[in-house]
């Protein structure tokens, strides 16, 4: 099977199209105003609007209020919404749309359990922890500590980048792998040629 590449955390239009047009799955936009990377109605306006057909738009939240999704949503299109906060079920449910469940792996997580809670979710995102810091935080966690047999499908994040994007494939099997720092010139500034390595990494094992 084809591993599904999400890129996220796109600040400008340029590096979006740059990511469509290697191949990437999927585009992320960050909703947390806190992060060097969020971005504005406007901006994300702008990148979504460059866009080719085909390629998914995924909003990332971290504990947004109902309110504030709603309003994005009325002006920004988004295929998919990314919670990466302490959002309950019915939090991630209430606005009808396909949605990933960001989990933060430390010491206690049961993913099996994770899984069935978030019965309705379409994945499960693993990223490292860090306290205080709800993702992108460039550091990778312990691969081994994923069990096999999960319900949900995984996208694999925390720390990659071209050089251990194989490494990773090859010992999880994800079903896609998400990466932000590790194609970025500066936070928020994407490295064509690391986009470029990035997917070249990822297909040189699908292609095994």
């Known amino acids: 099977m084809r591993t599904r590449i999400k890129m996220c955390g796109f600040t400008q239009p340029e590096d979006a199209l740059k990511a469509a047009s290697i191949g990437v799955d999927a585009i992320g936009l960050v909703f947390y105003a806190p992060s060097p990377r969020a971005v504005d109605i406007r901006c994300a306006q702008n990148i979504v ?14 504990d947004a209020s109902e309110f504030e999704i709603k309003n994005i949503l009325a002006h920004v299109h988004l295929d998919v919404l990314q919670f990466h906060g302490d959002e309950t079920v019915q939090d991630c449910e209430v606005y009808g749309m396909p949605y990933i469940k960001a989990i933060r792996m430390r010491d206690g997580v049961d993913l099996k359990a994770e899984a069935h809670h978030y019965g309705s979710a379409q994945a499960l995102l693993l990223d490292a922890y860090q306290k205080g810091v709800p993702g992108g935080t460039g ?23 071209s050089n ?45």
């Open 164 to 208: 251990n994007v194989t490494e990773a494939i090859t010992q999880v099997s994800p079903y896609a792998v998400d990466v932000s720092g590790g194609i970025e010139l500066s936070k928020g500034i994407k490295d064509p040629l690391k986009m470029v390595e990035f997917v070249e990494g990822v297909r040189s094992v699908d292609a095994k």
């Open 49 to 62: 609007r460059g866009l080719p057909p085909f390629v998914s738009v995924v909003g990332l939240f971290v």
């Open 139 to 161: 550091n990778r966690f312990e691969w081994a500590v994923i069990p096999d047999g999960l319900v949900k499908p995984i996208i694999l994040a925390g720390g990659l980048d």
